[in-house]
């Protein structure tokens, strides 16, 4: 299958602090990149829908401005936590789907966020 | 709207028990897929198979198994003779063919096998 990987895997900040989080296709180009949060023993839960060169479309609930998405390439997807807050501590996990709406969709590894 | 209700929230067996873990699924549309993904305790999803609403045929991998009853809305997934490196979270998710196309969750089942 195709790889997906995500940078940092592991963050810890600050509060007030904005953090990055990249979210790379490795072997195939993504026109379509989802974000998911996943709070301590819950599901993972959408949060946005990003398409190469397009603005990124938000859950309900799910604050643009504080969560910035930015699809620039076919093949990165970043997320940025703006002033996070210890509430913002999750566990981010993107995914990334090629060309072509039936195509698979590949998850990454998911990055760890701890507000302090 | 999607919806999928995984009811047991947490399962515990011995070791070579056979353990089914429930998945119920709701949505108007006659295109989706199914899936099942283990989330052992580093967090990465490993997926585990795709089944799509036209194919009901069960499907047995190894020690893994899964019924898929279009008349329940379900999507059930057995594991045989269970051992201790099953222990995880699973999750079923179902996606349809239309608008964002993204994964909708389940709320997940913890699998804890005893040695």
């Known amino acids: 299958g195709a790889v997906v990987s995500q940078h940092p895997s592991r963050v810890i900040c600050k509060s007030g602090t904005s953090v990055k989080i990249e979210c790379r296709s490795l072997?195939?180009?993504?026109?379509?990149m989802f974000w998911y949060r996943q709070f301590p023993k819950q599901s993972l839960m959408l949060m946005a829908t990003s398409n190469e060169g397009s603005k990124a479309t938000y859950e309900q609930g799910v604050e643009k401005d504080k969560f910035l998405i930015n699809h620039a390439s076919l093949t990165l997807s970043t997320l940025t936590v703006t002033s996070a807050h210890p509430e913002d501590s999750s566990f981010y996990i993107c995914s990334a789907r090629g060309a072509g709406g039936r195509t698979e969709q590949f998850f990454g590894p998911g990055t760890r966020l701890t507000v302090l | 709207a999607q919806k999928v209700t995984q009811a047991q929230t947490e399962i515990s067996v011995v070791e070579k028990e056979d353990v089914t873990l429930d998945c119920v699924y709701e949505?108007?549309?006659?295109?989706?897929?199914l899936f099942w993904y283990k989330q052992p305790p580093s967090g990465e999803l490993v997926f585990l198979i795709r089944r799509n609403s036209f194919d009901e045929q069960n499907e047995i991998s190894g020690r893994y198994s899964w019924n898929f009853q279009k008349s329940t809305s379900s999507f059930n997934f057995t594991i045989t003779a269970s051992q201790v490196v099953d222990s995880a979270v699973y999750f079923c998710a179902l996606r349809v063919d239309t608008g964002r196309r993204a994964l909708t969750f389940g709320s997940g089942t913890r699998l804890q096998v005893q040695p």
């Open positions: 949505t108007r549309d006659t295109t989706y897929y």
């Open positions: 072997d195939f180009q993504a026109t379509t």
